[in-house]
Every structure is written in C-alpha cells, then in structure tokens.
C-alpha cells in the first residue's frame, strides 16, 4: 500500500496550490480519504475529508479557500488550496480509512510566505 503526496512548494499569502495523493495498493473507491496537517510545534489536525460517496467536510480554518475532491478511476485525491495564508505552512499527509484499515502517505510541505 502506498500514499503519495505531492504538489506542496513555497507560495506568496494569497497564492494557490493544488496537492494530489496518488493511491495504490487499496481498494481506492471504498476509502474515506483525509487530508492532515501538522505545522512545527504543533499537534496534527484534519483539514478537509472526503468520504467513498463523496461527502465532504472541512476544517473550519479553511472552510471557502480549499476544495477536497476524489477522482476514483485514477485512484487520486486532491486539495485545492486557494487563498493561502501563513498559517497554513505546515507538512500536508493524506489518510485512508477504510473500518480497522488506515494508512498515511509522507507528507508534502506548504510553505505560505508573508
């Protein structure tokens, strides 16, 4: 099984990146896919999820700015991040659950400069 994130960068506040999390190794379609965050010093939260039928939620921190999307025939998920502020730097993982199975990928860091 294998979670691969990418897309992170340095970006200017304002900016806008796109993260992807290609999938393999899984029964993709059946997952409930998450995106994580964890800034230094700081506890890992949720940013946005997307459950196998597609319902979506958001952290409130970043509700209206980043869109979670699933695309189930290329085993991909994504993170549309507009709007960015400095508070959003931190390492992005993307997370799979499926009932006792979950697994992370590694992580791609988003730098938002002031």
């Known amino acids: 099984v294998q979670l691969q994130a990418s897309g992170g960068g340095l970006v200017q506040a304002g900016g806008s990146l796109k993260l992807s999390c290609a999938a393999s190794?899984?029964?993709?379609?059946?997952?409930?896919m998450t995106w994580y965050r964890q800034a230094p010093g700081k506890q890992r939260e949720l940013v946005a999820r997307?459950?196998?039928?597609?319902?979506?939620n958001y952290a409130d921190s970043v509700k209206d700015r980043f869109t979670i999307s699933r695309d189930n025939a290329k085993k991909m998920v994504y993170l549309s991040m507009n709007g960015l502020k400095s508070e959003d730097t931190a390492v992005y993982y993307c997370?799979?659950?499926?009932?006792?199975?979950?697994?992370w990928g590694q992580g791609t860091q988003v730098t938002v400069s002031s």
């Open positions: 190794g899984i029964s993709f379609r059946f997952y409930r």
């Open positions: 997370n799979a659950v499926l009932e006792s199975r979950e697994y």
């Open positions: 997307i459950s196998a039928d597609a319902r979506t």
